[in-house]
């Protein structure tokens, strides 16, 4: 089956066409105030450099948050109408859950994840092993963010795990004077700028590390 599957949790859109469990293409942009136009061309591209066509698919999935709420709105709109459109079904994921699963054989503690809400704030939500699955599930003891947090003050607070998030997450103007081991490949400024998204940065120290600028469709 054909899958179409549409990444709207931060102001980087990420599009991917699966076939069953094989990735087909997958596209990643930056569209503030145009995402509803640029949309259908990057499922059009998708589409012709797998040689598929639009009857093709068979399911859509679009973020259903937490995340930027003008791209989550955007994007959930055009794939409830493409759903509706060929008749097949819309699932709605959670960007916590797709990033639980790209990040399973991790070794650590626990996890964190975040996803970038502007202006220098995230939503997150911490998760531990499952004892019997291995999976990450949520910590119960952990209360649900509700509304967006600063990024430097939860960065703080990560003793025990990793931190991941799908998309960009705005560190502080000199975040080696708050983390000396952060480090881009190929000598990217920072912070970086959404050109760079998808790019990995890693922070390690003591038992805690960093993982951040993941891109939105792996």
Known sequence: MIHLAIECSTGVLGLALLEDLRGLGKVSLSATGAASEILPQAVDLLLESAKKKSADIGMVSVSKG???YSSLRVAHSFGSGLAIGLSVPLVSVSP???????????????????VDARQSEVLGERRVRDLKTGDWVSDPLWTPMDSPGNAVALLS???DGAVAGPGVIYLPSDPSRNWPGLSFPGGTEVPPDPFFQGRVAFLSGG?????YGRSAVD
């Open 207 to 211: 038992d805690s590390s960093i993982v």
């Open 66 to 68: 937490p995340g930027n």
């Open 157 to 159: 607070r990560v003793q």
């Open 96 to 114: 916590f859950d797709t990033l639980a699963l790209q990040w399973r054989h991790l070794d650590a503690e626990a996890i964190f994840f975040l």
